[in-house]
DNA sequence: TTGAAAGCGCTAACAT
DNA sequence: ATGTTAGCGCTTTCAA
């Protein structure tokens, strides 16, 4: 495999704008002027300086554009575990947002830890990023609010903006764009159509205290119920993180303890695929015994088995949306909030309750 | 929601090094040293320097250090579709471990398109990433290996490396850092695993023209065979896209022409998972009826029913290793090629062939 | 329409 | 140990 070596400079060729000018015989202004195409150059100049540039095989250096242009056109996304189940789509969005708007994608990853994340942000206004988006949501520990207005203030004094994306807006007049979707009004569907199937005794499985989507999501559970008239009980509510393997365990647990439910609502899919797992095991079949329902609509959700019912929330589109508002904000000095709606998905999984 | 026109320079405070410089007390210089590091500064000034910055909020222009340097510490991850089943796993590895080199990571996204890919490598050339990563096969068209070399060329040109990854090596001299996997020998083993369960008639499901990824994974499948001195029947090779929706087809198409088989070896874990809908829907059993595997070990492997024996692929390993090899390659000018290997991972998709 | 020159923010000789 | 100076490659006045 040929090699060079990486302190072989001497046999890098790369081009400067000086030497295409001196080879077209123009002045080094001249270039400029043809890369940037936002001013006058007479046709045959522009030919010859084209000319030169492809035979000196010439590419700008995006760094030194950027060290005039005070700006880097690159977008940064922050995430907490690239491999988590719905990073995918709204990456997607994201990417393809940014590449519509002549953008790069930075990303990174904070594997939850608040001191990364904070790095990672003096990180991005290094590198003059145009925004930072925040994927995913966390815990809000008391020092949340205060620590993530501070890092809004600093990126916005970089030129930067703050994306909060699948999370709620920061308190007070802070700098930030925010792009979250319903939470509340998704679990409250869910569980009106579990209800409406019959089932009165839903588990509630994988809260999490302090996290904005599992609050949110609670109350959507909580405002059906007691719509209906019936008791919310704290014995079906069971906190545990959002993980495939808590729903295994949860589950079993319920079943141990010979609790009365019909239907159980993973707080996600991926505890809902653990929570199908654990009833297969059991011999509990779904939906004929027991209905399942979860949240997110991840891929994996129609390849389980039953295919699951969930509530669907749009990631691509938020993650299109997170770029599009923080790079358009001037123009129309818009509207730096959006909450985009969730609907379920109906699959295989919900059955009508047994009398 | 508080705004600050993107255009509104005024409020900006970005801080150079000269304003600290000032307030320290000291030459620019002297504040590059304490920023860098690598140069003795008196402990009462770098106090001082480091007091002033802390003031005055500032952060070091990325861009302007990467025009010094001529390197951006930047790697670029190429990849054809974010929401691809594996790409998860890989852009992990190859994330945490330009982290650990202390390097930010860019993603594209090609789509496929070959023009988009060599707009994408230009792109990378004006950032000066210094590692420029493919990752998946792409078919090999005529162009291919031509179009392919220039580019490794004219990163090499441009002291950036081409890395292919999951991507057989260029022909010929070529600058090039390759991280592959063994196609042949994870089919040739999952081939073999299923003859010793006593299948005789596989099915192979979802065979590429030209996708070197799928011609390996061919091979295997036929020397397996021949190995055992049975024929390779082309009635049970298929040919088709790499996709869930081309597996449901493909075994509804081998279900209606009554195709005589035991086991379908899909070429993909998302050809897989179609499988298995497909059988399920026609109430064929898996294993009891006919076997079924895949290829890749994607997460939703052990969620499908049954849990699906399938190919690991050290995704995330390759990952590190692309970032790995390519950045340090000049330190032991080591071998710029390593294939890994896979096995087999055996789950609930497979049971003794019926006599 | 083109060129000359200044400067973006930083680092790296070279002085001191 | 610190300051001075000269660029890195580009864009952008300002002149011509």
Redesign the interface.
């Known amino acids: ?7 072989d400079g001497a046999s ?3 081009r400067t704008i000086k030497e295409v000018a001196a080879r077209a015989g123009v002045s080094p202004a001249t270039v400029s002027r043809v890369i940037g195409g936002t001013y006058p150059v007479a046709a045959a100049t522009r030919a010859r300086v084209r000319r030169a540039m492809r035979e000196l ?1 010439y ?6 554009r ?2 005039v242009a ?1 700006t ?1 056109n690159t977008v940064a ?1 922050v995430v907490n ?3 988590g189940p719905f ?3 709204i ?2 969005g994201v ?2 947002q940014a ?1 519509a708007e002549g953008r ?6 904070t594997h939850g830890d608040p001191d990364r994340e904070l790095a990672l942000i ?2 991005m ?4 990023a145009e925004a930072v988006i925040l994927v995913g949501g966390v815990p809000e520990t008391p020092e949340y609010q205060d620590r993530m207005a501070k890092l809004a203030h ?1 990126l ?4 930067s903006r703050l994306v909060l994306c699948g999370r709620p ?1 920061l308190n007070g ?6 792009v979250e979707y319903d939470n509340e009004g998704g679990a409250f569907a869910m569980t009106s159509y579990l209800l409406s199937a019959g089932h009165e005794r839903i588990a509630l499985l994988g809260t999490v205290d302090g996290l904005p989507t599992s609050t949110g999501r609670i109350h959507g559970y909580e405002r059906a119920l007691r719509g209906r008239g019936l008791p919310v009980d704290p014995g079906l509510m069971v906190k545990g993180p959002f993980a ?1 393997e808590f729903g295994y365990r949860a589950t079993r647990d319920l079943l141990d303890r010979k609790a009365e439910f019909s239907a159980i609502f993973a707080m996600t899919d991926m505890v809902a ?1 653990g929570v199908l ?1 654990a009833l ?1 095991e059991a011999g509990v079949r779904v939906p004929d015994d027991v209905s399942v329902v979860g949240f997110d609509d991840i ?2 959700a129609e ?3 039953p295919a699951l019912t969930t509530v669907h929330v749009p990631h691509e589109e938020l993650g299109r949306a997170a770029v599009r508002m923080a790079l358009n ?2 123009e129309h ?1 818009g ?3 959006l909450k985009m709606g969730t609907h379920i998905v109906i699959r295989d999984s919900v059955g009508p309750a047994r009398s």
Chains 1, 2 share one sequence.
Do not use: I
């Open positions: 495999m040929a090699r060079r070596s990486a302190a890098l060729q790369r095989d590419v700008v250096n995006a760094n030194a950027a060290l005070a880097s996304f575990d690239v491999t990073f995918a789509h990456a997607r990417e393809e590449t790069l994608c930075l990303v990174c990853t003096n990180l206004r290094e590198q003059r600093a916005d004094g970089s030129g807006a007049d802070v700098p930030q764009t925010v495939r695929a797992f297969r891929p994996l390849d389980l088995f904000r001037s000095g509207g730096q909030y």
